[in-house]
């Protein structure tokens, strides 16, 4: 059995000083599903501390949103696993579709930077899906297999325990559009199958693969229900404790 893993993806929202507050809310409103479910707050990197304090001694993990593969270095503006392992960051997402869209993400850079999450101790939830004219083209499968056998490149089946993957169609995100539970079903059965050529059927079936796109509490049940479908990746409903809730609630 796959433990559930809900977490939310802050984005750029959420000030420092309006971070605990969120982070205390959302343990409250999520206590009864401490053990049972995954729950994680990915926040922007500047609320990490006040996320960290926040959660301490609850059940809520803290996420950060990006990382760079290098240990440290002339890098301006960036920030390194070490450092967020450091700061006691447990989770972080990489590749998500807004990175890959506005500043340039790659599969190669995906790759590293996956690579650099899991040497660091760190479980990486990475981000792959298809745009709109990708899925009408049909090229579904191939945009998939291409961002899963480069992103996850020298991942091997032990990488793998540090390893979420999350299926966020672009055309769902932030546009109220979900794909529909059988949609979400066979894009994540065709994940399982392609990450069972790279790490292993066994491992394959261990690996957590969360669906993200318009996910709320009004879909997230039937969203959940489904055999492939093991977690959210929550955008717009992550920003308040009473709308993230009712997800982590559906994940019981
Ligand atoms: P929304 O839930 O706002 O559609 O965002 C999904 C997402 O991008 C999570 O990473």
Redo the contacts with the bound molecule.
Sequence with gaps: MRKKII???W?MNIKPGETAALVKAVAEATKDAAGIVDVVC?TPAIDIPAAVAAAAGTHVKIGAENAHWAESGAYTGEISTAMLADAGVEYV?IG???RRQYFGESDETVNKRARAVIAAGLTAIV?IGETLEEREAGKLEEVIERQMNVGLKDISSTDAAKLVI?Y?PVW?????K?ATPDQAQEVHALIRATLAKLVGAETAETVRIQY?????ASNAAELLAKKDIDG???????LKADTFAPIVAAAK
């Design positions: 977490a939310g993806n984005k990915c997402i998500h579709s807004e981000c999350a966020e769902a995100i932030g546009t109220g979900t993200g796109g318009s996910m709320k959210g990746l929550i955008g717009g409903a992550a």
